[in-house]
């Protein structure tokens, strides 16, 4: 009995060790605090199993906790990237590498990315000394922009027996970038669906082809929904859409889940939204370069954006009228926005920063643009109650900068996702390492 004893003290020690290890408190001091809503010119940033428990300019530091001191830099919530392809694709020149696109014409809505996301990534590390902690994974379409969206080969419509998978490029996921885990936060998050060019060329070349399907097709779901008994019976009509892909669109039909609507110019916007009204769907808009044309119109209707700030260029018909004023303009009308990071915010992720700023210089309020790569991205996908910004009870995805963090030459010096310090180190910093002192070149270059 005394060995059992014995046995169950140890086991309730090493318990409580391990206890201990996850509840490391880390007080962050000494720093200009961003919280993404608003800015302190000085305080603390108090982290506690994980999460932030306290942010102020008075915070107490505790007795035990481990001080990471700022040293007058700037502290700053962990930056979320939308519409990325971030642990998706290695390569992008090989398709082996990349598990965001699906081009066989059995499978559409049901698609579901997160089965193939890479901890392992090295595009992670990278995306993560840029100041990135969290990203919205989505999956690649014909319409997608970015090194991310090679183009997919898809069936035209009643091709290969089902409908043609373009309508429709799968479910998006939500993920962190900590070392060593496993980074899925939550799958099938949303809905991606390409229209404008994109979806009028799946659907057979025009664009009025695309919302009699789109319709067709949402009203098949519902059809499904309200009779699952009599189609297990084989007792319902034929439908046009695997059960897999009628299963994953019953969500979106019933406005639970939200629909990501890749679109670009004002005429697709307004149609776009119009869908959206009638057919009762929670949309978010993604590109939407001429979205400031509709401005409230888009604010009027609650839906959100995720835009490209640095798109100013009327590189096809669809964004004659794109300019790098969208960001500003669609702020000032009242439509919440997210700023994506650079060509498929995968290997240029972690230039999401760069382009928050240059928003900035064309208009947008600096704390708008913090925003909007914090807490904006959180709350248009519904886990702003998880993440984004610094405040007590979400995840304490922190990151301490030597300056203002929308600088290109200020660098971060402390990261913290969900409370646990992360490496300040990538593989290309460990490749420059490597060769950087074997070469005959002279010393100027080798720094």
Do not use: C
């Given at each position: ?20 290890t ?6 962050i ?6 919280t993404?809503t ?49 642990g ?31 901890p392992?990534?090295f ?28 183009e ?9 027996g089902?409908?043609s ?14 070392e ?11 809905m ?6 994109a979806?009028a ?9 695309e ?24 007792n ?10 009628l ?12 629909l990501?609507?890749?679109?670009h110019?004002?005429?697709?916007i ?17 590109g ?14 609650g ?7 640095l798109?100013?260029?009327p590189?096809?018909?669809e ?13 000032a ?25 240059n ?32 405040r ?6 922190v ?7 929308l ?37 100027a270059?080798?720094?």
């Open positions: 009995m005394t060995t059992l004893k014995t046995i169950a003290a140890a086991a309730a020690a090493l318990a409580l060790s391990a206890t201990a996850l509840a490391q408190t880390y007080a001091t000494n720093g200009r605090i961003l993404g608003s800015t302190l010119e000085r305080g603390t940033v108090l982290i506690r199993d994980g999460r932030i428990t306290a942010v102020g300019a008075t915070v107490a530091v505790p007795a035990g906790a481990e001080v990471i001191d700022a040293r007058g830099g700037v502290i700053a919530p962990g930056f979320v990237v939308v519409d990325s392809g971030l998706g694709v290695e390569v992008s020149a090989l398709n082996d590498t990349n598990d965001l696109r699906q081009a066989s014409n059995s499978l559409s809505a049901a698609f579901d990315l997160s089965w193939g996301l890479d392992d990534s595009t992670l590390p990278v995306a993560r000394l840029g100041g990135i902690t969290r990203a919205i994974v989505v999956p690649q379409h014909p319409g997608s922009g970015g090194s991310h969206a090679h997919v080969e898809t069936a035209g419509v009643g091709e290969g089902l409908q998978p373009g309508l429709f490029a799968g479910q998006a996921a939500a993920i962190h970038l900590a060593g885990t496993d980074i899925l936060v939550q799958p099938r998050i949303a991606v669906a390409p229209f404008g060019d979806g060329d799946v659907a057979g070349g025009a664009r009025g082809a919302y009699t399907l789109f319709r067709e097709i949402l009203r098949e779901v519902r059809l499904y929904a309200a009779n699952r008994a009599a189609y297990d019976r084989g319902l009509r034929d439908l046009s859409l695997s059960r897999a892909d299963e994953a669109l019953i969500p979106v039909v019933q406005g639970r889940m939200p990501i609507i890749t679109v110019r004002a005429a697709d307004r149609n776009v939204l119009r869908l959206a009204q009638e057919e009762n769907l929670d949309i978010i808009l993604d939407a370069e001429e979205g400031w044309r509709v401005a409230d119109e888009i604010a009027a209707a839906v959100p954006v995720l835009l490209n700030a798109a100013n260029l590189q096809s018909f964004v004659r009228g794109a300019t790098m004023e969208n960001a500003a303009r669609l702020h009308a009242g439509v919440v926005i997210a700023i994506k990071g650079s060509e498929g915010s995968v290997h240029r992720a972690r230039e999401a920063r760069y382009n928050a700023g928003a900035v210089a064309h208009g947008l309020p600096y704390e708008a643009a913090m925003a909007a790569i914090t807490v904006n991205p959180a709350r248009i996908f519904g886990l702003d109650s998880q993440f984004g910004g610094l007590p009870g979400v995840a304490a995805d990151v301490v900068w030597t300056g203002d963090p600088e290109p030459l200020s660098q971060p010096t402390a990261i913290l996702i969900n409370g646990r310090p992360q490496p300040l180190e990538s593989r290309a910093l460990e490749l420059r390492d490597r060769y950087r002192q074997r070469t005959s070149l002279p010393p270059y080798r720094n």
